[in-house]
């Protein structure tokens, strides 16, 4: 439920800030006075589009704020809108209600959307709003003559219907897959045929040099060694020698006055003979150094030894690394990715098959696909045009009960191919009576009849669902007398399980509302501004007489709009008991 709606700087309206309550409220006032700005403000909050020409002249931005409540709704819609706030990073303020701003900047038109106190998307606000708040304006009725909007009417309409339509759609998709994935093979098959040559040769090339991972990095420190191996080996064995004392290179002569091992060990024994406390603990110090001067020389030793000796070793690594050069200059940049690539490529020639064999088992899976898409979409269509005999019956009484008493509304469902939606084609048609032939809304529906039909349509739609705000914009165009007296009726009743706002121009319907805001324009030399009140039951008596006529200053006319207030308020006491 929408409970509060705060608007700034839009349209002639430079603030105004309406609290809604449940049941039915109406917004009533002169023509211009700003009664659109509301809507349009609404329609923002939906994630409409934004249009910086709505702005008023003078200001930078337009500022549209929305509180919504989701206490006593649906509770399946209450807990989707939550989890969609809670997604976006927001959160419900103190009160339990969620926020939602639209800003619109006079700079290019930019605007800027705000839900739960996180910055989103306008189509967040979309989202969150979609079963929240539904707008029924001049552009929906129009909305309503499309078969896709008629279809979705339907499928709206009886609750079953979901689960097979998800199920059709789960099977058509499936089907389409497959079928898509046939056509692609007969169609292609030589370009296929070329790409299994091409991989199958990739393959078989980089099977052939059978690299390792790494080896290509490897390689470079081999063969930077092999480059340097005399100098390596004469560095590696002098070492060795200042050490020890020995020739590394088979020269065992000794030279142990000179070798650093000798002379450190002499140099500890000495350290460790002593009796004072400190060279003691020299000279375990030097016997660390001895033990790691030991490994430094099996270390130098390991690689002395490990160093090549092969006269042809250089150029088989050169020509080892010219094998692997050749692999990442066409696959990859190294021999790691290459080896990922091959796995790829192996894969994908896994995948393809072009054989007759194969496309003769895709061939089955398509037709199996299709059975089984035929199927789903036939229980789909057997139980639409169930629910299309039913919702004709109801939408026929409501009609007739909104001053259309020979009327009947048929929904019609014609065969068509299967498409993403089904295989039926959905349209509304009108008839005058019971024996004139019904013709679609387009051609036989007036604009205070289409008016009606949506009416009609949204009261029976809507039974389901409790809590939810649904706004009428001027519904009741093109109506007025006893029709006008109806519509004020329906949208009462439908007003207690939901809250209903409605834009109208007519006392009739006006009559009913639980809370009737006044739309009030202020024009001076300088500036026409607008802004929203909340009527009070004499105020309220003197607009109804207003809008009766004109008679808000005389007595006939407030006694007139007195007893149609009274009576309304009645018949919707009567509702609320029941």
């Not at 042809?312 to 696959?331: H, N, P």
């Not at 439908?494 to 006392?507: E, G, M, R, Y």
Request: charged letters at 25%; hydrophobic letters at 40%; proline letters at 2%.
């Amino acid at each position: 439920m929408l409970a509060e709606i705060s608007i700034e700087n839009l349209g002639i309206i430079p603030a105004a800030t309406a609290e809604l309550s449940p049941g039915l409220t109406v917004l009533t006032g002169e023509t211009g006075a700003g009664k659109t700005m509301v809507v349009t403000g609404l329609r923002l909050l939906t994630g409409g589009r934004a249009d910086a020409s709505r702005i008023r002249r003078g200001a930078s931005k337009a500022v549209v704020e929305g509180r919504f409540l989701t206490t006593g709704m649906n509770a399946e819609i209450a807990a989707a809108a939550q989890e969609i706030v809670e997604n976006a990073g927001g959160h419900a303020d103190e009160n339990g209600e969620f926020i939602a701003t639209r800003t619109i900047s006079a700079s290019g038109g930019r605007s800027r959307a705000h839900l739960g106190g996180r910055s989103v998307p306008a189509a967040t606000l979309e989202e969150f709003s979609r079963e929240l708040l539904t707008i029924h304006g001049q552009n929906d009725q129009l909305r309503l003559l499309g078969s896709a909007e008629q279809l979705a009417a339907l499928d709206r309409y009886d609750a079953a219907t979901k689960p097979l339509l998800d199920k059709y759609r789960q099977a058509y998709h499936s089907f389409k897959s497959l079928d898509k994935d046939l056509k692609q093979r007969i169609e292609s098959r030589r370009e296929l045929a070329q790409e299994i040559d091409r991989l199958e040769f990739a393959i078989g090339e980089i099977s052939d040099v059978n690299p390792i991972p790494g080896e290509d990095v490897e390689l470079v420190q081999l063969i930077r060694r092999l480059q340097d191996v005399d100098i390596l080996r004469e560095e590696s064995a002098s070492a060795i020698t200042f050490i020890d004392g020995l020739s590394a290179l088979g020269d065992y002569s000794e030279v142990d006055d000179n070798s650093a091992s000798s002379l450190l060990g002499q140099a500890q024994a000495v350290l460790a003979n002593s009796e004072d406390q400190e060279l003691q603990e020299a000279a375990k110090r030097l016997a660390v150094l001895t033990g790691e001067l030991t490994d430094i020389s099996a270390q130098l030793g390991s690689f002395l030894s490990a160093l090549p000796t092969d006269s042809q070793a250089l150029e088989e690594s050169l020509q080892r690394q010219q094998q692997l050069k050749t692999l990442t200059r066409k696959y990859a940049p190294d021999i790691n990715g290459v080896l990922e690539w091959k796995k790829k490529a192996e894969t994908r020639l896994r995948s393809i098959d072009i054989s007759s064999e194969a496309l003769e088992a895709l061939q089955r899976d398509v037709e199996k696909a299709r059975q089984k898409m035929k199927s789903a979409g036939m229980k789909l269509s057997a139980l639409r045009r169930t629910a299309a005999r039913k919702l004709s019956q109801e939408a026929t009484a409501e009609l007739r009960g909104l001053a259309m008493p020979k009327s009947r509304l048929v929904v019609e469902i014609t065969e068509t191919e299967f498409g993403a939606e089904g295989c039926d084609t959905v349209t509304l048609k009108l008839a005058p009576n019971e024996t004139s032939e019904a013709l679609p809304l387009a051609t036989a529906a007036s604009g205070g009849e289409l008016s009606r039909v949506m009416l009609a349509l949204e009261v029976i739609l809507s039974g389901g669902n409790s809590g939810v705000t649904l706004v009428f914009d001027e519904v009741d165009a093109g109506v007025g007398g006893r029709a006008a007296v109806e519509i004020g009726r329906r949208l009462s009743k439908l007003a207690t399980s939901n809250q209903v706002i409605a834009v109208t121009h007519l006392p009739q319907v006006a009559a009913y509302a639980d809370t009737h805001l006044h739309v009030a324009k202020d024009v001076t030399d300088d500036s026409v501004t607008s802004g929203v009140l909340s009527l009070s039951k004499e105020e309220r008596v003197e607009e109804l007489a207003r809008m009766l006529a004109g008679l808000d200053d005389t007595d006939t006319g407030r006694a007139h709009a007195a007893e149609l207030l009274s009576r309304a308020q009645q018949e919707v006491a009567e509702y609320k008991r029941q």
